[in-house]
């Protein structure tokens, strides 16, 4: 069973500093990796897809890559911003379309 | 994006009561839908896949008698929380995949369920 870990599980940052946040997964055969944003009580907005082809994906400050070889995937926010405060959620994608979730990273971006 | 509506987005019911929420594809058909639930401080875990004119396939440890499912067209699938109790309080999540043939999962706003 497919098992998807992200690390930190939480990270607070001042405004404008670059981040990173990790994922990482133990079984590399996924169909596709996909990077959402969850905030307090909402559902979940979809970030970046990256299909187990390609190895990044780019949105504004958002770039995400990854190394299925490996088993991880990263999600880079560049300049980040208070409104970047949410938990990221990574999810992995397998043959029959079910995801499989880490337990996402709380992120706080203080002004 | 494709876009997913869920109803109710909020539903607060009596133990012993059961509970309707609907999953709709707007802009696009989908032949698979899948439910999801979330409780607090917790990932979202998968409850079961809905395909669309066949039974749903429930995860290990999901109910199917309680957690009744039904895609009866393209666009909808149903999710019926039967019975609930305080322990079935939850927020509960559809997604499906967008037409675009991608890969890419888009999700509703989500039903959060209080059971008193």
């Known amino acids: 069973k497919q098992e998807v870990t992200q690390i930190p599980a939480a990270l607070s940052v001042p405004e404008g500093e670059n981040l990173v946040l990790n994922c990482s997964f133990t079984d590399s055969a996924i169909y596709n990796l996909q990077w959402f944003r969850q905030d307090p009580g909402k559902g979940l907005t979809s970030l970046l897809l990256?299909?187990?082809?390609?190895r990044e994906q780019t949105s504004g400050r958002l770039n995400a890559s990854l190394d299925k070889s490996s088993g991880r995937s990263t999600l880079y926010i560049a300049a980040s911003q208070p409104g970047d405060s949410a938990t990221y959620l990574c999810?992995?994608?397998?043959?029959?379309?079910?995801?499989?979730f880490g337990k996402g990273t709380s992120l706080l971006v203080t002004p | 994006g494709a876009v997913v509506s869920q109803h109710p987005s909020r539903v607060i019911c009596k133990s012993g009561t059961s509970v309707k929420i609907e999953c709709r594809s707007l802009?696009?058909?989908?032949?698979?839908m899948f439910w999801y639930r979330q409780f607090p401080k917790q990932s979202l875990m998968l409850m079961a896949t809905?395909?669309?004119?066949?039974?749903?396939?429930?995860e290990q440890g999901v109910e199917k008698d309680k957690f009744l499912i039904n895609h009866a067209s393209l666009t909808l699938s149903t999710l019926t929380v039967t019975s609930a109790h305080p322990e079935d309080s939850s927020f509960y999540i559809c997604?499906?995949?967008?037409?675009?043939?991608?890969?890419?999962?888009?999700f509703g706003e989500g039903s959060r369920l209080t059971v008193l």
């Open positions: 990256i299909q187990s082809s390609q």
């Open positions: 802009d696009f058909q989908a032949t698979t």
């Open positions: 809905s395909n669309e004119g066949s039974k749903a396939t429930y």
């Open positions: 999810a992995v994608i397998d043959s029959g379309y079910a995801l499989n």
């Open positions: 997604s499906a995949m967008g037409g675009a043939n991608t890969g890419e999962l888009f």
